[in-house]
């Protein structure tokens, strides 16, 4: 592994694809309606990884890399570790200033985000991509650069076996294929429908396929060996169609794909991935009509500045968004923070990001960090600033990252009961029996049946609409199934509903709810209710959800619909509006509107109910239940 020569060629028009990818994926956090599968620009960031670096390393001849592997890891090292680390370290050091709150979670997140771990981090900490309670971590797009920087570490050690192993780059080729296709399978066989995708998500496992597919594309689509001379006509017209339909997909998959289908990870993002590499290797061509389109300056510019932009989105976003604007944006607000994005990228390219890049990390140390007395009064105000401002930044991360300055409070999911169950003490009640067990919540249990205290029944102000009496030819039996919310309004809701039975339970999807029904048979009668408030921790197929009201196909059902600052929120008020339209028997509790703009009525997490919302959401159920 000798050489100093770099195997490559400058591509304008893959820094398009940079921006454009970019883009996608900042526009999905934004939640903005038209780029629900924006996260699929993470995917075309790993194909093109992989095909660049594959490309920087493979000889042109021969089975021995171009670079030594000292110089290739330092470069990478240079390229990724900087503006990471100063990304993670300011992020930190505003998390203690502004939002203590989530110091106790956070530290671990910088830790294993120092050392690219932190997609596993988040897997055996059971943090969900698409969690639900308080705010984000802002560390959490970190998860994609862990899984790029381990196989930054592993691929050209696996390369230089391949090459003295096969001997054959052609061969190689289909042996990295068949590896892409063993990690898609493995994605498809742990993915479980209707539950917490982020087990296949972050997996390094699950998703080097994507890694995989662009270094089998250097192999077999080598960019030094391209060349305009050896294409006819016909060839350059083919390759010019393939390369706009190739787009027109990707386009089409931005706008139209979301996270929660089921054939994203059984085979979706595997062909998306493909489709990439194809649109890679029309855009590397010389003849590429499309890479000259996409060499535009203002794309060229994004793309080139994509990796401070992509570091730098998350955490402006998630610390400067209160959490009741998440899933429901200010666009002003979302303007000023991609100026900010954009600037504060701008200046980690220049730097921090080229500076080191170019001369390494001992000659800008150097440069800009070696304090001397001496020459002080000659320093420009930016060197002055940045001498006095790194240490102060470092002595108050050190402080934070050990525990030394204290936390704010609490999440509250940290003191939260994990469960709940209300007895009803109707004459024919039905005691409760005991539910399935499995929970995706890591916490141990505090699962109590609750004995009520008496409390005060909830009144609605004068401005609220009036509750309706409660009707002579009341139902037998009510019961209620839900999740964190529910635990909420338990104690008020049996006050208003002597015969009602309540479970509730944190962190409740619909696919554990109907394994939980048939606990409950007995109420599936046409004198009972039956209160369904679920969709706060995800998103379900619709064989679940029609499954669960099944089950209760005989007694008039109430679906709650739900208020969460998160991505499927959408989505799961309009599968719960579907199937009320569907059924006779179905109302919908439309709780949505009814929070929407009244961030008073929720828990600093934004999930969890204060007294005002409690009070709200009993009325609207017990309106609904008395009409």
């Known amino acids: 592994m000798s050489g100093k020569s770099l195997n490559h060629r400058y591509i304008p028009g893959l820094d398009g694809i940079r921006a454009l990818a970019v883009l996608a994926v900042i526009a999905y956090h934004f939640n903005f309606s038209w780029a629900r599968g924006g996260f699929l620009g993470v995917d075309i960031f790993f194909v093109l990884s992989g095909y660049l670096i594959t490309s920087t390393i493979l000889p042109l001849k021969g089975n021995q890399l171009t670079v030594s592997l000292k110089k290739f890891w330092i470069g990478r090292f240079r390229r990724l570790l900087p503006a990471a680390y100063v990304m993670i370290i300011t992020s930190f050091v505003w998390a203690m200033l502004f939002h203590k709150e989530l110091l106790h979670t956070l530290r671990g997140d910088a830790l294993s985000s120092i050392f690219y771990s932190s997609n596993w981090w988040f897997i055996f900490h059971k943090l969900s991509y698409f969690d639900s309670f308080g705010s984000p971590s802002p560390l959490k797009n970190l998860w994609s650069l862990a899984i790029e920087e381990q196989f930054y570490v592993i691929w050209p050690l696996l390369l230089m076996i391949g090459l003295f192993v096969v001997k054959k780059q052609s061969k190689l080729a289909k042996v990295v294929f068949i590896g892409a296709i063993c990690s898609a399978l493995l994605m498809a066989i742990l993915y479980q429908p209707g539950a917490d995708p982020s087990r296949v998500y972050y997996g390094t496992d699950t998703r080097c396929f994507e890694l995989l597919i662009g270094c089998w594309l250097a192999l077999v689509w080598p960019m030094k060996r391209l060349s305009s001379q050896k294409l006819s006509t016909s060839h350059m017209k083919k390759l010019n169609a393939i390369s706009f339909i190739s787009f027109t997909i990707f386009l089409v998959s931005i706008m139209y794909v979301d996270e929660f289908q089921t054939f994203l990870y059984r085979g979706g993002m595997f062909l998306f991935c493909l489709n990439a590499a194809v649109l890679i290797a029309c855009v590397c061509h010389p003849v590429s009509i499309l890479g000259r389109i996409l060499a ?94 790194v240490p102060l930044f470092l002595l108050v991360f050190f402080t934070g990252i050990t525990g030394v300055v204290g936390e704010g409070q609490q999440s509250s999911k940290d003191s939260y009961p994990t469960a709940i169950k209300i ?122 959800i029609d499954t669960l009201l099944a089950a209760f196909a005989h007694a008039d059902i109430y679906l709650v619909n739900t208020r969460v600052p998160r991505s499927w929120e959408g989505k799961v008020n309009a599968a719960l509006l579907e199937k009320s339209e569907e059924h006779e028997n179905i109302t919908l509790i439309d709780w949505h509107a009814a929070s929407l703009n009244h961030p008073e009525y929720f828990a600093p997490d934004g999930v969890h109910l204060e007294k005002k919302g409690v009070e709200v959401l009993t009325n609207l159920i017990q309106q609904s239940i008395n009409q």
């Open 296 to 389: 535009w300056k203002p794309l060229c510019w994004i793309g080139s500045r994509s990796y401070g932009i992509y570091l730098w989105h998350y955490p402006v976003m998630v610390l400067g968004t209160p959490i009741h604007e998440i899933g429901n944006p200010s666009y002003w607000r979302i303007a000023l923070q991609i100026v900010l994005i954009v600037t504060i990228a701008e200046c980690s390219y220049r730097f921090i990001e080229m500076p080191i890049r170019k001369e390494g990390f001992w000659a800008y140390y150097r440069k800009y960090f070696v304090f001397n007395k001496k020459k002080w009064a000659s320093l420009t105000f930016s060197r002055k600033v940045s001498t006095v401002m």
């Open 423 to 544: 007895n009803g003490d109707g004459p024919t009640a039905n005691p409760i029996k005991e539910p399935d067990k499995t929970t995706d919540n890591p916490s141990p249990s505090k699962e109590e049946v609750v004995d009520v205290p008496d409390i005060e029944t909830p009144k609605p102000e004068e401005n609220e609409t009036n509750v309706a009496p409660q009707k002579d030819d009341a139902y037998q039996n009510i019961l209620a199934i839900g999740d964190s919310v529910m635990i909420d309004i338990a104690t008020s809701l049996h006050k208003v509903f002597p015969n009602i039975t309540i479970d509730g339970k944190i962190g409740r999807q619909v696919s554990q709810a109907v394994k939980l029904a048939p606990n409950y048979a007995s109420f599936n009668q046409s004198n009972n209710a039956i209160i369904i408030q679920l969709g706060t921790n995800g998103y379900f197929t619709n064989d679940q």
